[in-house]
């Protein structure tokens, strides 16, 4: 079965550090990819997404992410992080012919340290 | 435009009791969804609709059932709620032209 895989349950970096966040989707097709974030207590907010083209997306809020074919990957980046990064990060895919339906990684949960 | 709400934001259930989440859009989206989040598992697809009067089965359709009997409404049912459905529960919409789906601000659940 398609499957989204987020390695890293639990990351901490310090305020101003660079941040990545890992992606992996399984083998195949290249699906479309995105990564939402989610806030304590809020829904989720796309931060960018891939369908085709230039493989360095850039998104909402400083972030961008780079995809890799040869690797299966969708990674998310930040140079600097800022306090109010601190949330929950998902990495979602479409796979070719599931209807639409998205795919979701198990997401991330990021801490940001003063 | 409000965009994707849900009702109500936080419910708790005894076990075997029912109830009924509503989602609303005002995105006029043809495709609305219904996902469930547990810690560690992402989210999971509970039902889909494609359409005004069409829904299908998701991931994890067991206990669950949904109604689109207008466009901007997806109704998810719990006819015997059980301690397994205690889980956050999000509503999504998008539109046929587009993959971005737009999520609602979610409803915790909790089934004692």
């Known amino acids: 079965a398609q499957s989204v895989t987020q390695p890293d349950i639990h990351i901490t970096v310090s305020e101003g550090a660079s941040l990545e966040l890992r992606c992996n989707y399984s083998y195949g097709a290249t699906p479309y990819l995105f990564w939402y974030v989610q806030s304590p207590g809020q829904g989720l907010q796309l931060l960018l997404k891939?369908?085709?083209?230039?493989?360095l997306v850039q998104g909402i809020k400083g972030f961008e992410a780079e995809f890799k074919r040869s690797q299966s990957s969708f990674n998310l980046r930040k140079p600097s992080v800022h306090w109010s990064d601190a949330a929950e990060y998902f990495c979602a895919a479409r796979f070719y012919n599931q209807g639409g339906k998205l795919i979701f990684g198990q997401g991330t949960e990021l801490s940001v340290k003063p | 435009n409000a965009g994707v709400t849900q009702t109500p934001k936080f419910r708790v259930l005894k076990t075997g009791q029912s109830m009924t989440l509503l989602c609303a859009q005002d995105?006029?989206?043809?495709?609305m969804y219904w996902y469930r989040q547990d810690p560690g598992m992402g989210l999971r697809l509970i039902h889909y609709?494609?359409?005004?009067?069409?829904?299908a089965k998701g991931e994890v359709p067991d206990g669950y059932n949904v109604s689109r009997l207008k466009k901007q409404n997806f109704l998810l049912g719990l006819e015997s709620a059980a301690p397994s459905q205690t889980s956050v529960y999000f509503c999504?919409?998008?539109?046929?032209?587009?993959?971005?789906?737009?999520f609602g601000p979610g409803t915790r659940l909790t089934v004692t």
């Open positions: 999504a919409s998008r539109s046929g032209g587009e993959y971005e789906q737009y």
């Open positions: 609709s494609v359409g005004e009067g069409t829904t």
């Open positions: 995105m006029n989206h043809e495709y």
């Open positions: 891939y369908f085709s083209g230039d493989t």
